[in-house]
């Protein structure tokens, strides 16, 4: 960030900066642009003459006052210090940290055509350590782009994503089943404690079912062995993944961290591994036969020819642990602010029940008939961003920001949670108000001050499964029950554990409405 006061960005000229960037002048930078790119011999100014926090002050604020699973509220602290943008260093990481829509926008339409995420990676570590294929979100350069090309075909097309409606509706009918289940066993008959982790075996099953077209057990009364062993080796590995991450290397033997990040990769490529392999059995043994193949995302993988079988294998393992948490913890907190406005979920529930009539299910076509249902799903992203903290690393060239100049392979760290709190484009950028979405009336906010989803090439790959998937949910979930907060429930706060989850166990009532 420009060490000056806001007072005096007010008198930046913008509009060069935003023709040179390719941005219309039409997206206002919104009180906090970047200074004008001057053109010619004008000395540039470089990372050290950002302000921030030092190395130290770092230290004290991740370790000393508790915010290492805090870092989106760290965000905050930052951008009310230094400004929009600022410098920092922990571990090996030097870092410009973006908290600014307008800034974001110019970083992004400079990232060029094979955009990195990060350049010291966690995740390719595991890959490398052990000899396997890169995913979607590990691959770099031309094989990423071919990578992405392949998977964008069953994931991103809205043709594509429509014929998963039906695995991901029975998934649901088997998780609205459970709720019945749980709710009679709670003393009051409608209490179910901790929905998170329950909307976590249902995102789990659901995920899973896309992406091995075979069911695995979440939602079962007894989840099978392999698959428990599967989703507590998930929440081994991001728990230890945020130790490791600011950890010096030269801990990694002496503390249990490094072990256990690395063990739970192991054994997710392992149960990944089994389910792939016995697809492709299957695959093989009706070729034998002369039958046709036919399926959606995983047979498509196998049998197009287009990605070899490790390939798969990191693929089909990375965008299953990308979709999880999107799903589970963006329905969890959406319901627990709607459990909190009965107004709005009443308004909520009249507008699914008159697009949907009660003798059928929600269908993909559906949706388009619901836009606060849609609107409730961005407010909630908004607010809490399942990754908090996302990359990039442009290593085509060097980046300008204002008369600021970064080299190649300068880390950017873009600051989500803050950018989408900032209140130049949410009035009550706290408040849970879906309707800010929505046409009538609303304020026009920044193109990029809430992209929950990334941006560009790199944006996720499953983001129209998983909006689908929390679509079709919510509205099930809504038109059947009336959702109320527990009487013990208190103000839930959010912790980062490289994804955004509650702090605390969130249990809400269930009522079932008199209209089923």
Same mark, same amino acid.
């Given at each position: 960030?420009?060490? /000056?006061?806001?007072?005096?960005?007010?008198?930046?000229?913008?509009?060069?900066? %935003?023709? $040179?960037?390719?941005?219309?002048?039409?997206?206002?930078?919104?009180?906090?642009?970047?200074?004008?790119?001057?053109?010619?011999?004008?000395?540039?100014?470089?990372?050290?003459?950002?302000?921030?926090?030092?190395?130290?002050?770092?230290?004290?604020?991740?370790?000393?006052?508790?915010?290492?699973?805090?870092?989106?509220?760290?965000?905050?602290?930052?951008?009310?210090?230094?400004?929009?943008?600022?410098?920092?260093?922990?571990?090996?990481?030097?870092?410009?940290?973006?908290?600014?829509?307008?800034?974001?926008?110019?970083?992004?339409?400079?990232?060029?055509?094979?955009?990195?995420?990060?350049?010291?990676?966690?995740?390719?570590?595991?890959?490398?350590?052990?000899?396997?294929?890169?995913?979607?979100?590990?691959?770099?350069?031309?094989?990423?782009?071919?990578?992405?090309?392949?998977?964008?075909?069953? /994931?991103?097309?809205?043709?594509?994503?429509?014929?998963?409606?039906?695995?991901?509706?029975?998934?649901?009918?088997?998780?609205?089943?459970?709720?019945?289940?749980?709710?009679?066993?709670?003393?009051?008959?409608?209490? +179910?404690?901790?929905?998170?982790?329950?909307?976590?075996?249902?995102?789990?099953?659901?995920?899973?079912? +896309?992406?091995?077209?075979?069911?695995?057990?979440?939602?079962?009364?007894?989840?099978?062995?392999?698959?428990?062993?599967?989703?507590?080796?998930?929440?081994? /590995?991001?728990?230890?993944?945020?130790?490791?991450?600011?950890?010096?290397?030269?801990?990694?033997?002496?503390?249990?961290?490094?072990?256990?990040?690395?063990?739970?990769?192991?054994?997710?490529?392992?149960?990944?591994?089994?389910?792939?392999?016995?697809? /492709?059995? @299957?695959?093989?043994?009706?070729?034998?036969?002369?039958?046709?193949?036919?399926?959606?995302?995983?047979?498509?993988?196998?049998?197009?020819?287009?990605?070899?079988?490790?390939?798969?294998?990191?693929?089909?393992?990375?965008?299953?642990?990308?979709?999880?948490?999107? $799903?589970?913890?963006?329905?969890?907190?959406?319901?627990?602010?709607?459990?909190?406005?009965?107004?709005?979920?009443?308004?909520?529930? @009249?507008?699914?029940?008159?697009?949907?009539?009660?003798?059928?299910?929600?269908?993909?076509?559906?949706?388009?008939?619901?836009?606060?249902?849609?609107?409730?799903?961005?407010?909630?992203?908004?607010?809490?961003?399942?990754?908090?903290?996302?990359?990039?690393?442009?290593?085509?060239?060097?980046?300008?920001?204002?008369?600021?100049?970064?080299?190649?392979? $300068?880390?950017?760290?873009?600051? #989500?949670?803050? +950018?989408?709190?900032?209140?130049?484009?949410?009035?009550?950028?706290?408040?849970?108000?879906?309707?800010?979405?929505?046409?009538?009336?609303?304020?026009?906010?920044?193109?990029?001050?809430?992209?929950?989803?990334?941006?560009?090439?790199?944006?996720?790959?499953?983001?129209?499964?998983?909006? %689908?998937?929390? #679509?079709?949910?919510?509205?099930?979930?809504?038109?059947?029950?009336?959702?109320?907060?527990?009487?013990?429930?208190?103000?839930?706060?959010?912790?980062?554990?490289?994804?955004?989850?509650?702090?605390?166990?969130?249990?809400?009532?269930?009522?079932?409405?008199?209209?089923?």
């Amino acid at each position: 960030m420009i060490s /000056m006061s806001l007072r005096r960005w007010s008198h930046i000229r913008i509009r060069p900066l %935003l023709q $040179t960037c390719g941005v219309t002048q039409g997206r206002a930078l919104h009180g906090t642009a970047a200074a004008a790119i001057t053109q010619g011999d004008k000395k540039m100014k470089t990372f050290d003459d950002l302000p921030g926090p030092s190395l130290l002050a770092n230290l004290y604020w991740f370790f000393i006052r508790g915010y290492l699973f805090h870092t989106h509220e760290l965000q905050l602290i930052y951008k009310k210090r230094y400004g929009p943008y600022w410098r920092s260093e922990i571990g090996k990481y030097r870092m410009v940290n973006i908290a600014d829509p307008a800034i974001l926008e110019l970083l992004l339409r400079q990232e060029g055509k094979y955009p990195l995420r990060n350049e010291i990676d966690l995740w390719r570590s595991h890959r490398e350590l052990r000899n396997f294929s890169y995913g979607p979100f590990t691959e770099r350069g031309e094989k990423w782009h071919t990578l992405r090309t392949v998977l964008n075909q069953k /994931m991103l097309k809205p043709k594509e994503v429509k014929n998963y409606a039906g695995s991901i509706n029975e998934v649901i009918s088997d998780f609205m089943g459970r709720l019945q289940d749980l709710r009679k066993q709670s003393p009051s008959g409608e209490t +179910i404690n901790d929905v998170a982790n329950e909307l976590y075996r249902f995102a789990f099953e659901g995920v899973s079912y +896309i992406v091995f077209e075979t069911r695995i057990g979440c939602l079962d009364k007894h989840i099978p062995p392999e698959t428990q062993k599967f989703i507590d080796s998930i929440a081994e /590995m991001f728990r230890s993944s945020v130790y490791v991450t600011y950890l010096p290397a030269w801990t990694r033997n002496l503390l249990p961290y490094w072990r256990r990040y690395i063990e739970g990769w192991d054994n997710v490529f392992d149960f990944g591994k089994k389910l792939i392999d016995k697809k /492709m059995s @299957e695959i093989e043994s009706r070729l034998e036969k002369g039958e046709e193949v036919q399926g959606e995302f995983l047979t498509y993988l196998l049998s197009s020819g287009k990605l070899s079988l490790p390939e798969v294998y990191g693929s089909v393992c990375e965008v299953l642990l990308a979709g999880v948490d999107t $799903t589970s913890n963006t329905l969890c907190w959406s319901l627990y602010h709607l459990a909190r406005d009965p107004e709005l979920q009443q308004t909520l529930h @009249e507008e699914v029940i008159h697009a949907v009539p009660m003798d059928r299910i929600p269908v993909a076509d559906d949706v388009t008939h619901m836009p606060l249902l849609r609107a409730v799903i961005k407010e909630t992203l908004r607010l809490y961003p399942v990754v908090p903290t996302n990359a990039r690393i442009v290593h085509e060239h060097e980046v300008v920001i204002g008369d600021y100049k970064f080299p190649k392979n $300068t880390l950017f760290v873009l600051s #989500h949670y803050a +950018i989408s709190r900032d209140e130049t484009n949410f009035k009550d950028p706290e408040k849970f108000y879906p309707k800010r979405w929505l046409r009538d009336g609303a304020k026009t906010h920044h193109p990029f001050s809430a992209i929950p989803f990334g941006y560009g090439l790199r944006a996720c790959v499953g983001k129209r499964i998983a909006e %689908l998937e929390m #679509h079709l949910a919510l509205s099930r979930i809504i038109r059947t029950f009336e959702v109320k907060p527990d009487a013990k429930l208190e103000n839930v706060k959010s912790i980062a554990r490289i994804v955004l989850s509650p702090s605390k166990k969130i249990n809400l009532r269930f009522i079932e409405r008199k209209s089923v």
